[in-house]
């Protein structure tokens, strides 16, 4: 069964140093999703893009967060300086949705990268 | 905004033990539903879905209906497992927000042998 892929699964970084997340989504799934979870909270979404496009990114904290899909497959999130506050889990997730048509549409998620930031 | 309201946990029962987790919710457009879970340590995963007033999804034993009259998609199972011990979320996602989806809180379950 085709899988969501995310690397690193782990990462521990320094308060201010850059850290960065790759995701690669289901093959054909034309969105792709970063969500990021608080311990004990549900998953809150990033970014939305639809193929190479943002479609949603006004809960991403751009001062510091980034994220792009250069060639509408896999995707990089970014984040620069990290603060104590980023330490969570990110979840990369898929779905075959297009703009408009994909509310019932299953998001397949990946395993997440857990971040600790000391 | 959307929005997704579910019981508070944690949740225990007793192995065989009857399971419903509450969940309400509030949307701008008309929405589907989901539940998804997510075991220890790993992402969620889709447990089941509904699209449309009245639908019933389920899958592994849990079910969940879709009530529109009481904006809700309670999911319930009728005798739990050990192994159903997991974080359970329900979600909605509105097409006229160009899919974008909306998590509860999550509900953590226990269940003991």
């Known amino acids: 069964e085709a899988e969501v892929a995310q690397s690193p699964r782990y990462k521990i970084t320094e308060k201010s140093q850059a850290v960065a997340f790759w995701c690669d989504p289901i093959s054909g799934h034309a969105t792709l999703y970063w969500y990021r979870q608080i311990l004990g909270q549900g998953p809150e979404l990033l970014v939305q893009f639809q193929d190479e496009s943002v479609v949603d990114d006004s809960q991403l904290p751009k001062d510091r967060f980034s994220a792009e899909r250069l060639k509408g497959v896999d995707s990089t999130l970014k984040i620069q300086p990290a603060e104590l506050g980023d330490s969570a889990m990110y979840l990369c997730?898929?779905?075959?949705?297009?703009?408009?048509?994909?509310?019932?549409?299953?998001?397949?998620f990946g395993e997440g990268s857990w971040l600790t930031v000391v | 905004g959307d929005s997704v309201t579910q019981m508070e946990g944690p949740v225990t029962l007793s192995e065989e033990a009857f399971l419903t987790i509450n969940c309400t919710y509030t949307a701008t457009g008309y929405p589907s539903l989901f539940w998804y879970v997510q075991y220890p340590g790993e992402g969620l995963q889709l447990l089941l879905k509904a699209t449309k007033a009245d639908d019933k999804g389920s899958n592994k034993g849990f079910e969940a209906t879709y009530r529109k009259e009481t904006t809700s998609f309670h999911l319930e199972k009728g005798s739990v497992q050990v192994s159903d011990s997991a974080v359970y979320f329900c979600a909605l996602t509105v097409r006229t927000n160009a899919g974008k989806s909306t998590f509860g809180d999550g509900t953590t379950l226990t269940v003991k042998p």
């Open positions: 997730a898929s779905s075959l949705a297009s703009r408009g048509y994909g509310a019932s549409n299953t998001i397949y």
